[in-house]
């Protein structure tokens, strides 16, 4: 079943967020937990959200774990503590698609994505340290909020991956 709209190239500015890093399995099911634990530290520090909660995938490996961010956006790059980290979503041209449907399928729109990307002759922003492939910019918004959301059927993610910077060359 596809879940995803076409995709698009869409340009996005560097901003500021803060979030939790983890690693996951195959499935993120901890994504609204700790997307809460994040909102509830911007409130104690009576800070706003710039933005919607996502997750920032940092790498992907073949096995199934995943080492991620949950996080949300700021107005102001923040000082972090033991447990939340504080930085910047790269800015630059990203692949764009939504993703509609249950998160749990989330993973086919992804990988439609990058399907899309290498159909299209473009190269996703990819670093190596060591043998680990680690992604600058893969990212996923959550529209439909995570947090409140008590259903699994009918939710929608932006999904974003950066582009290296000479794509249009």
């Not at 690693?23 to 993120?28: A, G, L, N, P, W």
């Not at 990819?126 to 439909?144: C, N, P």
Request: charged share 25%.
């Amino acid at each position: 079943m596809r879940y995803m709209n076409e995709p698009t190239i869409k340009e996005r500015g560097e901003q500021p967020y803060v979030g939790i890093a983890a690693k996951v399995s195959e499935h993120i099911e901890t994504a609204p937990e700790l997307a809460a634990e994040v909102l509830a530290w911007l409130r104690a520090r009576n800070e706003t959200p710039a933005g919607q909660p996502f997750i920032r995938f940092w790498c992907l490996d073949d096995d199934g774990h995943r080492l991620i961010e949950v996080g949300i956006p700021t107005k102001k790059f923040m000082a972090e503590d033991h447990r939340v980290v504080s930085g910047y979503l790269p800015g630059g041209d990203f692949a764009h698609t939504t993703h509609n449907g249950p998160p749990d399928c989330c993973w086919s729109s992804v990988e439609g994505l990058t399907d899309w990307l290498r159909r299209e002759g473009l190269s996703p922003a990819l670093r190596y340290e060591g043998e680990t492939k680690i992604w600058d910019g893969h990212i996923a918004f959550f529209v439909t909020d995570p947090i409140h959301k008590n259903t699994q059927d009918a939710w929608v993610i932006e999904l974003f991956i950066l582009l290296l910077a000479d794509h249009a060359a």
